[in-house]
């Protein structure tokens, strides 16, 4: 009986002590920002711009109170970390490594594609790198850069992926020889009025490693290009 006792008591003073121990702090919720005025919203929407904009730009890891330190120095007119020219400097560098990091796969990829293409029967190469195929000579003037030409094309990826097509438009398009990726521009000064070519152009004299509407930064660009007329040697 003693020895019952003696446990219950026991027992009953463990389970005292488990509910005095103190239960251990609850994490703090963080508030939800509240847009309480107009410049909340305004300052808010900046945020979702910048972000936006930087984001697509390959940007995705950001200090974000050093962001907030660089903004209120700029409004409070102290004097910032950087000045003007250092941030642009290091913006352009480090969106360039991110470009190129971004690209370096399809880069790979076309210096392959490249390198087997240019053996196939009838393909030539240029100093410069650029290859293409005569599909049909002309018989007419070839423009100098400082001409406009008007053409027919269609442009694909070298995977097939079609991106632009004059012919599908049912119309060709006149342009500046020297306004457009420096493939072309040198392309066409080859071509005489009614030639066809076959253009493989490399990533070097397309869009370089910058991402241009559904081409991918790094990319060959694949065109037909037949040469319509050049409207400035009339």
Not at 2 to 25: E, Y
């Amino acid at each position: 009986m003693k020895k019952a006792l003696l446990a219950l008591t026991l027992f009953s003073s463990v389970a005292a002590t488990a509910q005095k121990k103190p239960l251990p702090p609850k994490k703090p919720v963080a508030a939800a920002p509240i847009l309480k005025t107009t410049i909340d919203s305004v300052s808010y929407s900046i945020g979702v711009n910048v972000a936006s904009f930087y984001k697509q730009q390959g940007l995705t890891q950001l200090n974000a109170s050093v962001v907030s330190k660089a903004i209120s120095d700029v409004l409070s007119g102290k004097k910032t970390l950087l000045n003007d020219e250092e941030a642009n400097t290091v913006m352009m560098r480090y969106m360039n490594q991110a470009s190129e990091a971004k690209a370096k796969p399809a880069i790979a990829a076309g210096k392959a594609f490249l390198a087997q293409n240019k053996t196939k029967p009838g393909v030539k190469t240029t100093a410069s790198g650029l290859q293409y195929l005569v599909i049909k000579e002309g018989s007419g003037a070839s423009p100098t850069e400082a001409d406009s030409v008007t053409c027919h094309y269609a442009g694909t990826l070298i995977d097939g992926t079609e991106f632009d097509n004059s012919y599908k438009r049912g119309e060709p398009i006149t342009f500046a020889v020297g306004g457009v990726i420096k493939g072309w521009t040198e392309a066409l000064q080859l071509m005489t009025v009614g030639s066809k070519y076959k253009l493989f152009i490399p990533h070097q004299l397309g869009y370089g490693t910058n991402d241009v509407g559904s081409i991918p930064a790094g990319s060959v660009l694949l065109f037909d290009v037949e040469l319509l007329s050049i409207p400035t040697q009339k």
